[in-house]
């Protein structure tokens, strides 16, 4: 790497020099998708060993698919490599995607801006546990699944790679045995065709015999018939020689067809036989397998073991990566760098982590480059944040001092408002208040002097109803205190009507003390029976005075009542007036009581004018604390 001087770099241009394009294919090839940016020489390591593994892994996919490919066309060799190269690019794109996946991309969209990066909290439950961890794992997941789903595929074609000798052997053995099962079935056929073509040569023979000796018609010699025999014989001859020689040259062409294996040769005799498929192949391998079990099974664990030890091997170097390797396929910390270079930050840097200091390095300092710009980034986001607090402020004065100034041509507008319903207002009321009057006063002077009669004569039916109400009231507590005298004389004389009755009643009732005191007895009881009926001669005396006082009440009614009704039908219009009166007063009270709310000093102010409030005190206080401070230097 050139040594770069601070005097040679420019602002906005990147001192790096560009690769080439063939430099960009062999980044591409060997994972090095950022160059050689933020790459040290352990890292470059670790990504040969990477691509290494990833060429391996995509080899042997692309080798076992295209041992697979091969059986499914009639141009093997086309299919095979068709299918081969597109699953070695599939593999080989899709591990290049997982290898240079960037594993710090949260934490570097919270840093690289910043903010505090936080871990994610831990799962509450297991089911949001596993979610965690496929969102976060999902590309070596959907990996694994190709990597499983190739190995059931797969694994059986490596194991016929692996046995390719004995499944060559074994497709040679079932081609000469299928080959020759059809040849023996179209020699038997031709055969068959000889056989009754020597019959008929025969029977034609036997006949001719026959004629010439004479048996069939007698006659002795070549006659005729022996002629037509013969020359029938003479037709049948040659083609029995024939077929004789087809018969020979098939059998010739088809053992030279068979040893030279040659196919359209086999097909043109009518012998279609598959010398390679996929059902001989398997048919190869049940037979490997049931023959020498405990070799194949070694041979297959074998296979499968290597292929999940090369996609464990490459998930590893992944999930193993050295924090330097996560820097470099960090695609905003690479951004970041990008911008470094340019000297984006050499204006709010220390000289001492400006670019040229980097830049003249032996090596790629990632780590160091990004302490560096997270301090940096939380500088310029700090001082951004306090800028954007500034100019909020400045914008919330503002509003405040708009807010503020509205507030009070809206309070001033609202008191000439208010000073204005407040005439209207109590020259309406006043206006009423005056009709009612008006009213009033022409109503008492056409019924006034009559409404006062009624009154006087009403006070003096109701002063003697309550007179009598009371006497009536005092009779009637009498009226029960004799019937309460009445009740305990009653007692009395029972009580000396028995004690009379158990005197009489003793044994010695007639000697001259018990006689005596019967003779006292009974001159008591006759005198408390007296009593008795006096008491009761007064009652029916009071109750009389109550009957009377209860009809003289009843009258005083009969004759308060018209008089009450025509005072209340001559007063009600004069209590329709009073509370009319007494309503208009009520609502003159709350209108005084609710605009002396709004008149109150105590205005209620908008929370959005507290910064213009803040900054007038302030003004108010600044000169007041400037000679305070004086006073006391």
Known sequence: MPPYQSSQLVAGQDPRPTPSFLQHIFYALTLRVYGNNLLTRAGRGYLWIMTFLMLLVAVVEGVSWGYFGTQMSDYPMVSGMGMGVFIFLFIW????????????QEEHAATL??????TPSTPTSRLSAIWQSFNTHKVFMIRIVIALSSLIIVAPYVSELAFYKEIQNKQQSYFLQAVNVVKQQQIAQKQQQIDQLAAQIATLNRKYQDETSGK???????GAA???IEQELNSLQPLYQQQLLALQSYIERVERAVANRHLAELAALDIKVNQDSAILRKKAVADIKTQHPEEYWQVELTIRVLLVMLALGLFSMKWLQPRAVKLYFSSQLQQQWSLYCLGK???ILPSHQRRDWLLNSQDALPEEFERIIIACMSNVSAQAEQEAKQQQLANDRQHAQQLYFQRLAQQQADIEKQQQDRDFFEQNISQRIAEIDLLEQNYLTQHGEHISQLKAQEQQLVDELHQLEKEFKTQQERVKAREQRIVLAGQDYQEIQHLLQQTRQRPDSDTLEVLRTIADLENGLRSQQERLERQRA???GFEANQQFFDENATLLHKHLEPVQHQLAHLQQPLQALSHARASIEQKRIECLLAQGLQDSPFK??????????MSKLQAQFEPKLGTYAFCQN
Not at 113 to 118: C, M
Not at 216 to 222: A, I, K, P, T, Y
Not at 604 to 613: M, V
């Open 93 to 104: 794109f899709f591990d290049r995607t997982l290898m240079t996946a960037d594993y710090l």
């Open 113 to 118: 801006q910043g903010k505090v990066y936080l």
């Open 216 to 222: 069939l018609s007698g006659v002795r010699g070549r």
């Open 226 to 228: 022996a002629k037509a």
């Open 345 to 347: 930050f050499d204006a």
């Open 538 to 540: 007064e009652l029916l």
């Open 604 to 613: 209620a102010f908008n929370e959005q004018e507290l910064p213009h409030l």
